[in-house]
T-cell receptor
Framework: AQTVTQSQPEMSVQEAETVTLSCTYDTSESNYYLFWYKQPPSRQMILVIRQEAYKQQNATENRFSVNFQKAAKSFSLKISDSQLGDTAMYFCAFMLSFGNEKLTFGTGTRLTIIP | NAGVTQTPKFRILKIGQSMTLQCAQDMNHNYMYWYRQDPGMGLKLIYYSVGAGITDKGEVPNGYNVSRSTTEDFPLRLELAAPSQTSVYFC??????????????FGEGSWLTVV
C-alpha cells in the first residue's frame, strides 16, 4: 500500500515571500502521479499542480512549482510571491497509473499568509 | 459547466437514521469516488466505481453502500447512522484511460452531522 506523509502540520509566511511545503511518499511502483490540492476554508478541493513520475522535468503552474525527487520519494511544493488568497490547507496526494486511479492523501499542511 | 454536483450540502441526522448523499457528474467521466474527511485529516476513500454497474470498496467502506446504475450518478447510502460518520463527504470523478492524465475533480462537499 502507498503512504503519503506531510510532516509540517502548520506553516506561516509573510505576504510576497516564498514558502515550500514538504511531502514524502512510499511506493514500490515506478509509474504514478503526484498532486497538490488546495482546500480553502470553503472546503472545496482545488487542484494546484500535478506531476507524472516518468517526467524528469518539474511541473510549474504560474507561482506554483514542485521539486520532484523520484529516488528520494520527495515531492515538495514551492509557492512564490505568496498572496493572502493562498491561505488554505494543502494536501499532497498519490495515484498509481492507469487501472488504479485512486488518490491517497497526506494529512495536510495548514498554510497561513500573513499580511 | 456543472462538473460534480453533490446534494445535500448540509444535513443533520439522528443516530440510527438512514440517508442518501446524491452525486452527479456531467463530464462523461468513467471513474467516480466517495471520500470522507474527518476534522484535521486528509481524505479517505470510502467506495469507488470504474463504470456503470461496477463498484468497489476503498479504505473505509463500513457503514456505507453505493450503486452506479448510470455513468452520471453515484449515490452514497448511509444505513443506521452513527456519530462516527460525522464528517465532510466529497464525491469526485475522473476520466481514466491510458495517457489521460488522471486528474480527479471534486464536488463541493456535503457536511453531515450525526447526533
Amino acid at each position: 500500500a502507498q503512504t503519503v506523509t506531510q510532516s509540517q502540520p502548520e506553516m506561516s509566511v509573510q505576504e510576497a515571500e516564498t514558502v515550500t511545503l514538504s511531502c514524502t511518499y512510499d511506493t514500490s511502483e515506478s509509474n504514478y502521479y503526484l498532486f497538490w490540492y488546495k482546500q480553502p476554508p470553503s472546503r472545496q478541493m482545488i487542484l494546484v499542480i500535478r506531476q507524472e513520475a516518468y517526467k524528469q522535468q518539474n511541473a510549474t503552474e504560474n507561482r506554483f512549482s514542485v521539486n520532484f525527487q523520484k529516488a528520494a520519494k520527495s515531492f515538495s511544493l514551492k509557492i512564490s510571491d505568496s498572496q493572502l488568497g493562498d491561505t488554505a490547507m494543502y494536501f499532497c496526494a498519490f495515484m498509481l497509473s492507469f487501472g488504479n486511479e485512486k488518490l491517497t492523501f497526506g494529512t495536510g499542511t495548514r498554510l497561513t499568509i500573513i499580511p | 459547466n456543472a462538473g460534480v454536483t453533490q446534494t445535500p450540502k448540509f444535513r443533520i441526522l439522528k443516530i440510527g437514521q438512514s440517508m442518501t448523499l446524491q452525486c452527479a457528474q456531467d463530464m462523461n467521466h468513467n471513474y467516480m469516488y466517495w471520500y470522507r474527511q474527518d476534522p484535521g485529516m486528509g481524505l479517505k476513500l470510502i467506495y469507488y466505481s470504474v463504470g456503470a454497474g461496477i463498484t468497489d470498496k476503498g479504505e473505509v467502506p463500513n457503514g456505507y453502500n453505493v450503486s452506479r446504475s448510470t455513468t452520471e450518478d453515484f449515490p452514497l447510502r448511509l444505513e443506521l447512522a452513527a456519530p462516527s460518520q460525522t464528517s465532510v463527504y466529497f464525491c469526485a470523478s475522473s476520466l481514466a484511460h491510458r495517457g489521460s492524465g488522471n486528474t480527479i475533480y471534486f464536488g463541493e462537499g456535503s457536511w453531515l452531522t450525526v447526533v
